[in-house]
């Protein structure tokens, strides 16, 4: 198993394909100021000893460099060993609502995209605790199953969109009833369901669903996306510029608000509490404070550990390459010119 310590350094490979474009603009412009001074020919014979391709290897070495200096300072580390760790936590549900009306911006950029920012603004701060992520719409799906990879949590997170579930509304019901399901420790009795939507045209059956969900010691907690005001649902091309708006079946343009009152209704039924999340810092922050306040269970997980730095591997070689480098001159090398091999030997 590996991972990544420093995977923002990735962005220095691209000081690479800037370094091609400006050495092709300097060979483009050195073309050019040679035409001007004369013949080509005739320029090779008055700097015989420069060399036509020492400036290349140079350009090579360069980017070899840049290359292995961007992967040294990514630092991937190796785990060596596997072993069963003793952790403690909650085990931290996500019921997201993808159906079309989450496309709205009254929140910006989105009412989706906010949510998606809060969770994983909640993932950097979790730091024993498991988590899962269902998304729903018409029908709800499992999308995430309880993990502590949170790793694997945000990977799943950049696939959340309203192209998940064809069938459209807000099954907050099923939501709650599969989030019933989805508790692998039988053990955990402080399991913590938090629902992200706008609430909007919600299904029937959230009653039966929230009473089972009591049962089982799952506290459902509601986030609010949107404003009671409202807006527009944007239907956006593939550069995902904004071609119109959603219209009902006379024509109207559908303005999607946020029902607050069913939200807070489904939190205190459930056991928990209603918050809004249009500000992303203290929604965490009240999630956070909520989630301190459960009951902790120890729970074994199985987790790669003694991870080894292996950036020598790379670091090495860019210095090689870089002392080479300093070796390298325009001039042709003697020795090499020595060797004679591409001129024919005169008969005496």
């Known amino acids: 198993?590996?991972?990544?310590?420093?995977?923002?350094?990735?962005?220095?490979?691209?000081?690479?394909?800037?370094?091609?474009?400006?050495?092709?603009?300097?060979?483009?412009?050195r073309r050019r100021a040679q035409k001007s001074f004369g013949d080509k020919a005739l320029l090779e014979q008055l700097i015989p000893e420069k060399s036509p391709t020492k400036p290349l290897l140079k350009l090579i070495l360069h980017c070899l460099i840049i290359a292995l200096v961007s992967l040294a300072l990514v630092n991937p580390q190796i785990g060596n060993r596997?072993?069963?760790?003793?952790?403690?936590?909650?085990?931290?549900?996500?019921?997201?609502?993808?159906?079309?009306?989450?496309?709205?911006?009254?929140?910006?950029?989105?009412?989706?995209?906010?949510?998606?920012?809060?969770?994983?603004?909640?993932?950097?701060?979790?730091?024993?605790?498991?988590?899962?992520?269902?998304?729903?719409?018409?029908?709800?799906?499992?999308?995430?199953?309880?993990?502590?990879?949170?790793?694997?949590?945000?990977?799943?997170?950049?696939?959340?969109?309203?192209?998940?579930?064809?069938?459209?509304?807000?099954?907050?019901?099923?939501?709650?009833?599969?989030?019933?399901?989805?508790?692998?420790?039988?053990?955990?009795?402080?399991?913590?369901?938090?629902?992200?939507?706008?609430?909007?045209?919600?299904?029937e059956g959230v009653e039966d669903a929230l009473s089972k969900a009591r049962e089982l010691g799952i506290s459902v907690f509601t986030i609010g996306l949107g404003s009671e005001r409202g807006g527009p649902i944007p239907i956006k091309n593939r550069r995902g510029n904004i071609i119109g708006y959603k219209k009902d079946q006379l024509g109207e343009t559908v303005i999607t608000k946020l029902n607050q009152s069913l939200l807070e209704e489904i939190a205190q039924e459930g056991?928990?509490?209603?918050?809004?999340?249009?500000?992303?810092?203290?929604?965490?922050?009240?999630?956070?404070?909520?989630?301190?306040?459960?009951?902790?269970?120890?729970?074994?997980?199985?987790?790669?550990?003694?991870?080894?730095?292996?950036?020598?591997?790379?670091?090495?070689?860019?210095?090689?390459?870089?002392i080479l480098d300093s070796f390298i001159l325009d001039r042709k090398t003697q020795w090499f010119k020595r060797l004679n091999l591409f001129e024919r030997h005169e008969k005496d």
């Open 271 to 322: 056991g928990g509490l209603y918050h809004l999340g249009n500000s992303t810092p203290s929604t965490v922050d009240f999630l956070l404070q909520e989630m301190a306040q459960m009951e902790k269970q120890q729970f074994e997980t199985m987790m790669f550990t003694d991870y080894k730095d292996q950036f020598q591997w790379l670091l090495g070689p860019a210095l090689l390459l870089l």
């Open 82 to 203: 596997m072993e069963k760790v003793q952790r403690e936590g909650i085990d931290l549900v996500f019921a997201v609502d993808v159906s079309k009306s989450m496309l709205c911006e009254d929140v910006q950029p989105s009412r989706l995209d906010r949510a998606r920012l809060l969770i994983s603004r909640t993932l950097d701060e979790l730091v024993s605790d498991r988590v899962g992520i269902i998304s729903y719409a018409g029908r709800a799906y499992p999308q995430l199953p309880i993990t502590s990879d949170y790793g694997a949590a945000r990977l799943f997170l950049k696939n959340l969109n309203t192209d998940l579930i064809p069938s459209q509304g807000t099954a907050i019901g099923e939501a709650i009833d599969l989030a019933s399901r989805y508790y692998d420790n039988v053990q955990q009795k402080n399991r913590m369901l938090v629902i992200i939507s706008d609430g909007e045209n919600h299904e």
């Open 1 to 29: 198993m590996y991972q990544l310590e420093e995977p923002k350094y990735f962005y220095l490979l691209l000081l690479i394909p800037a370094l091609l474009l400006l050495y092709s603009l300097y060979l483009a412009w």
